[in-house]
């Protein structure tokens, strides 16, 4: 046990982590497995509704860094390949719209007091 303030912190820190980890990568599993029971009965709408799950859950996961980006990326490039094989079609997702940036009104010049011309 640490005897340190900061290390005793560190390890109830790495606990809750832990715990945090643990659970994503529990959803993970099951919503692959979930997957691929859906796979084995053949039908494609529960394929393509659980392919959606599964992805996100890879998705969440790969961004809280609990498991790499490339993995997550190889992991539904797989299930993709699987739920294709089993004849459901790839939906397409909507290309995204770039954030249009608020035009700021055009500020006014200010009138500059010119001097009468001279004749």
């Known amino acids: 046990m640490p005897i340190i303030k900061?290390?005793?912190?560190?390890?109830?820190?790495?606990a809750k982590a832990n715990v945090r980890n643990s659970k994503t990568r529990r959803t993970v599993?099951?919503?692959?497995?979930?997957f691929n029971k859906a796979v084995s009965?053949?039908?494609?709408?529960?394929?393509a509704k659980a392919e959606q799950a599964?992805?996100?859950?890879l998705d969440?996961?790969?961004?809280?860094?609990?498991?790499?980006?490339?993995k997550a990326?190889?992991?539904?490039?797989?299930?993709?390949?699987?739920?294709?094989?089993?004849?459901?079609?790839?939906?397409k997702s909507a290309p995204k719209k770039p954030v249009a940036k608020a035009k700021k009104p055009a500020a006014k010049k200010p009138a500059?007091?010119?001097?009468?011309?001279k004749k």
């Open 73 to 91: 990326a190889r992991q539904k490039a797989s299930l993709s390949a699987a739920a294709k094989k089993a004849g459901v079609k790839p939906v």
């Open 112 to 117: 500059t007091s010119k001097s009468p011309k």
């Open 6 to 14: 900061s290390a005793k912190k560190r390890v109830k820190v790495a």
């Open 29 to 34: 599993r099951e919503a692959i497995k979930a």
């Open 54 to 57: 599964a992805k996100s859950a």
């Open 41 to 47: 009965s053949g039908k494609t709408a529960e394929i």
């Open 60 to 70: 969440q996961a790969a961004k809280k860094n609990v498991i790499h980006k490339n």
